[in-house]
């Protein structure tokens, strides 16, 4: 089964509204990433956030980890349509920090209108 | 850099038929994986390699499939011979490992969407 599931499933906002997705997981990580697919496209990394951190910032995201529930959530502030895509958690639960591989949640697809 | 690039992006076939599906990584990147994509499964890995060396091949559904990597800048996955249950798009993507301590992010393709008729 997947490591990661998303929820909700789908989520459709205004334009100007914040968007929040959230993931959980099963086994310890070494890390958790966010990634970003458009429609038609292959998924592009948005942040990733090791399991020593709580919070990370990147422009309009914010990304939140708590391992003590298995658990992370990724904000967007301040939505534009640009945004609409699918958003994938992956988890990363190598324990040697070396390259390995990710598992992909289910995905979260969200729909911002104008 | 141009990204990782695949080939064909869209690939129609026949039941039976074999297919091969192209993938050049981003240079300099030594991590390889290949992954599948569908509405019912999500996101799944088949295969990944290091150094052109495969890895973990556990995701790989049955022995149909196989993939090579050749050289550090190409790989394949071949479908042989092809169902229609093999339809999806088909991703590759790359990684590159920095030093003692690497946090693995992937860098995808565009895919290849695959139809088997």
């Known amino acids: 089964s997947q490591q990661g599931e998303e929820d909700p499933q789908a989520l459709s906002i205004q334009e100007g509204e914040n968007a929040t997705m959230n993931c959980s997981y099963k086994?310890?990580?070494?890390?958790l990433q966010w990634y970003r697919q458009n429609s038609g496209r292959g998924l592009v990394h948005l942040i990733l956030?090791?399991?020593?951190?709580r919070e990370k910032h990147s422009g309009r995201l914010r990304v939140t980890l708590d391992t003590s529930k298995k658990s992370s959530s990724l904000l967007i502030t301040a939505s534009r349509a640009a945004d609409t895509a699918s958003y994938f958690c992956?988890?990363?639960?190598?324990?040697?920090?070396?390259?390995?591989?990710?598992?992909f949640g289910t995905g979260t697809r969200l729909q911002v209108t104008l | 850099d141009a990204g990782v690039i695949q080939s064909p992006r869209h690939e129609v076939t026949e039941m039976g038929q074999e297919v091969t599906l192209r993938c050049k990584p981003i240079?300099?990147?030594?991590?390889l994986f290949w992954y599948r994509q569908t509405m019912m499964r999500g996101l799944e890995l088949l295969i990944y390699?290091?150094?052109?060396?495969?890895?973990?091949d556990s995701g790989m559904p049955e022995d149909r499939f196989s993939a090579k990597m050749p050289n550090a800048s190409f790989s394949t996955l071949k479908i042989q011979p092809s169902e229609p249950r093999d339809s999806a798009v088909y991703f590759c993507?790359?990684?590159?490992?920095?030093?003692?301590?690497?946090?693995?992010?992937?860098?995808f393709g565009p895919g290849t969407r695959l139809t088997v008729l």
């Open positions: 993507a790359s990684s590159s490992e920095s030093g003692r301590v690497t946090y693995n992010e992937q860098f």
């Open positions: 086994t310890s990580i070494n890390n």
């Open positions: 956030i090791r399991s020593n951190e």
């Open positions: 992956a988890t990363d639960a190598s324990n040697t920090g070396t390259a390995s591989k990710l598992t």
């Open positions: 240079s300099g990147h030594d991590y």
């Open positions: 390699f290091n150094n052109n060396v495969p890895i973990d």
